[in-house]
Each structure stands twice: as C-alpha cells, then as structure tokens.
C-alpha cells in the first residue's frame, strides 16, 4: 500500500533536491523516498534490507556518496 504525503520545501532544500535526483538519475519524488527510507533505517525505525531493491539503492547512494 502507498501512501501520498506533501511536503513543503524552502528554495534552498527543492533546488538540492532537485540536483541530487538528476545526478543519481531519479525522479524527485523517488530521491524523497529513498532519503526518508535511508534516515529511517539509519535511526533504527525500519529494517536494514526489505528486498533486493532497497539494497541496490542504498549500494547506489553510499557509492555516489564517497565519490
């Protein structure tokens, strides 16, 4: 089941979002995901691994990250 939520985004925070989705090749919406999915899992609210996916991009993301 998904679900829909808004957010409201200063400038600053939109156009860095909106940089960091082109360079990893995402849609803004998809990036938003996976940064709320990493912090979560990060801060212990949500298991490491679900699936393969989330797995590939979280390899993604700390690859890009120490590039």
């Known amino acids: 089941m998904l679900n829909h939520l808004k957010i409201l985004l ?17 849609t ?8 709320v999915r ?4 990060r801060r212990g609210l949500l298991p490491e691994v679900e699936n393969q996916s989330t797995q590939t991009q979280e390899n993604f993301v700390r690859h890009e990250s120490t590039c």
């Open 10 to 26: 200063e400038q600053p925070e939109y156009s860095a979002l909106i940089h960091l989705a082109e360079k990893e090749l995402r």
């Open 28 to 35: 803004p919406a998809d990036q938003v995901r996976l940064i």
């Open 38 to 41: 990493l912090d979560l899992i």
